[in-house]
């Protein structure tokens, strides 16, 4: 499956963005998948991500602010951003990979599907 992030940008805290990941080639549906992000000089995090069934993961840093959501229609996965703080400065990258269940999820991380990352930048 190929992935493709977008929606990134530049917005005041407290502001939101929804970032897309367009996927071709297979069924979204049939994947785990989600959203990670890498700031400078930090690691990599896992930050919302979606079972193919639909149970969701999300960081504690993220709670409440931000949703994960796919479109079957579309085969697209978002992340809904509201309440954007400083440090959610990051590259966001979209993510997918087969078999994955609610308590496996993190391990997004070593996912097989990646699309390339997409510039979020919230100033104070």
């Known amino acids: 499956v190929q992935l493709q992030a977008s929606g990134g940008g530049l917005v005041q805290a407290g502001g939101s963005l929804r970032l897309s990941c367009a996927a071709s080639g297979r069924t979204l549906n049939n994947y785990a998948s989600g959203w990670l992000r890498q700031a400078p000089g930090k690691e990599r995090e896992l930050v919302a991500a979606?079972?193919?069934?639909?149970?969701?993961y999300y960081a504690d840093s993220v709670k409440g602010r931000f949703t994960i959501s796919r479109v079957s229609a579309k085969n697209t996965l978002y992340l809904q951003m509201t309440g954007l703080k400083p440090e959610d400065t990051a590259v966001y990258y979209c993510?997918?990979?087969?078999?994955?269940?609610?308590?496996?999820?993190?391990?997004?991380?070593?996912?097989?599907?990646w699309g390339q990352g997409t510039l979020v930048t919230v100033s104070s």
């Open positions: 979606l079972t193919w069934s639909g149970s969701t």
């Open positions: 993510a997918a990979h087969p078999g994955l269940i609610r308590s496996s999820l993190t391990r997004l991380q070593e996912a097989d599907y």
